[in-house]
C-alpha cells in the first residue's frame, strides 16, 4: 500500500517537474523580458532621464507635475475615457447582433463569419490606412454614402468635433473578434431551455431576455474585462491617422500616444514611466470594480440550474 502511495506521489511529482520544464520557455520570457522592464519603468517613474544622461531621481515630482500642471495630461486622460466609455458598449452590443445573425442556420452563414472577422486580423497600420482613405473629406467613401442622401459629410479627422467618433467608429469594424467569442457562446446554450420556454409561451423577445442573455453573462463579463483594457491601450490607430500628433488640437490625444511622445519624441522616460504606471493603476482600478460588482449580474449554467 505504501509503495502504491509512493509510486502516485513520484508520479504527480515527475509530472510536475516536467510542466515547469515545458513552460519554462514562457517563464523565464516573462522574468527576463516583461518582468524587468516593468521594474525598470516603476524605478524610472521616480527619476528624470533624457536617454542621454544617466537617470536623476526626483521622487514625486513626475506624478505632482502629472496632476498638477500638465493640461495635455488631463486632455489625453479625457480622449481615453471618451473612447472607451462609447467604443466598449456599441462594440458589445454589435458584436452580440452580429452574433446572433451569424448564429442562424443559412447557407451562406460560414462565408458570413468569415468575412464579419476578417477585419479583427487585419493589421492595425493596414486598417488605419484604409480608414483614412474611407474618411477622406473630399474622396472618402463614407462622405460619398452620405451625399447619395443629400447630407454633407464632416471632416472627420480634420474636424475637433468628429475626430473621436471617427475613431469609435473604425472600432467597431474589427466586431468580429468578440463576435466569435460570443458565437461560442450562443452555441453552447442548451437547446432544451429555448424548447422548455417555447412551451411556456415564451416569444423571441422573452427567450432572449430570460435565457440568451443570462446564459452569455460569462462571456459579455470576459468581453467587457478586455475591452475596456484594450480601449485603455488604443495607440496604432491613432498613430497612423494623425502621423503620431493627437490632432488636430490635441482632440485624438490618448494616453498611450501621450506616453510614446514623451518617451521617444521628447525623451522624457522618466515622465513617461510615471505616465504608463497611471494608465495601470487606472486599468486596475476599473478590473477591479468589474471583479467587486460581477456577482450581480454574471451567471454561470450551474447556478442557473439551481
Same mark, same amino acid.
Given at each position: 500500500?505504501?509503495? %502504491? ?5 513520484? @508520479? ?6 516536467? &510542466? ?11 522574468? /527576463?523580458?516583461? =518582468? ?21 531621481? $526626483? ?6 507635475? @502629472? ?23 456599441? &462594440?458589445?452590443?454589435?458584436? $452580440? ?34 480608414? @483614412? ?5 473630399? /474622396?472618402?467613401?463614407? !462622405?460619398?454614402a452620405l451625399s447619395l442622401f443629400g447630407i454633407k459629410g464632416p471632416l472627420w479627422l480634420a474636424d475637433e468635433v468628429w475626430s473621436k467618433p471617427a475613431l469609435i467608429i473604425m472600432g467597431l469594424w474589427?466586431?468580429?473578434? !468578440?463576435?466569435? $467569442? ?18 411556456d409561451g415564451a416569444g423571441l423577445w422573452g427567450k432572449f431576455r430570460h435565457i440568451t442573455i443570462p446564459m452569455l453573462t460569462p462571456v459579455i463579463f470576459f468581453n467587457l474585462i478586455m475591452s475596456i ?5 488604443? /495607440?496604432?490607430?491613432?498613430?497612423? @491617422?494623425? &502621423? &503620431?500628433? =493627437? ?8 494616453? %498611450? ?8 519624441? /521628447? ?28 456577482? =450581480?449580474? %454574471? ?8
Amino acid at each position: 500500500m505504501e509503495n %502504491v502511495k509512493r509510486s502516485k506521489i513520484s @508520479m504527480s511529482t515527475h509530472e510536475a517537474i516536467w &510542466g515547469y520544464v515545458f513552460l519554462s520557455p514562457w517563464i523565464l520570457g516573462m522574468i /527576463f523580458f516583461v =518582468g524587468g522592464p516593468i521594474i525598470a519603468s516603476l524605478i524610472l517613474s521616480f527619476c528624470e532621464w533624457d536617454l542621454i544622461q544617466p537617470p536623476k531621481f $526626483i521622487g514625486l515630482d513626475n506624478f505632482i507635475k @502629472m496632476f498638477t500642471t500638465d493640461k495635455r495630461f488631463w486632455t489625453s486622460l479625457y480622449n481615453t475615457f471618451y473612447y472607451t466609455v462609447l467604443s466598449v458598449p456599441l &462594440g458589445i452590443i454589435g458584436s $452580440i447582433l452580429v452574433a446572433l445573425l451569424m448564429n442562424q442556420k443559412w447557407k451562406t452563414v460560414r462565408l458570413l463569419r468569415t468575412i464579419y472577422y476578417l477585419p479583427s486580423v487585419t493589421a492595425g497600420v493596414a486598417s488605419a490606412i484604409i480608414w @483614412m482613405w474611407l474618411l477622406n473629406p473630399d /474622396f472618402g467613401l463614407v !462622405n460619398y454614402a452620405l451625399s447619395l442622401f443629400g447630407i454633407k459629410g464632416p471632416l472627420w479627422l480634420a474636424d475637433e468635433v468628429w475626430s473621436k467618433p471617427a475613431l469609435i467608429i473604425m472600432g467597431l469594424w474589427g466586431v468580429g473578434g !468578440n463576435m466569435i $467569442i460570443y458565437l461560442a457562446g450562443l452555441q453552447g446554450i442548451p437547446q432544451q431551455l429555448y424548447e422548455a420556454a417555447e412551451i411556456d409561451g415564451a416569444g423571441l423577445w422573452g427567450k432572449f431576455r430570460h435565457i440568451t442573455i443570462p446564459m452569455l453573462t460569462p462571456v459579455i463579463f470576459f468581453n467587457l474585462i478586455m475591452s475596456i483594457v484594450w480601449s485603455f491601450q488604443i /495607440f496604432t490607430q491613432v498613430y497612423v @491617422m494623425t &502621423g &503620431g500628433q =493627437g490632432g488636430p488640437s490635441d482632440s485624438t490625444l490618448v494616453l %498611450v500616444l501621450y506616453i510614446y511622445q514623451h518617451a521617444f519624441k /521628447f525623451h522624457n522616460m522618466g515622465y513617461a514611466s510615471a505616465l504608463a504606471w497611471v494608465l495601470f493603476i487606472i486599468i486596475l482600478i476599473f478590473t477591479l470594480i468589474q471583479f467587486k460588482f460581477a456577482g =450581480g449580474w %454574471v451567471h454561470y449554467e450551474g447556478e442557473l440550474k439551481k
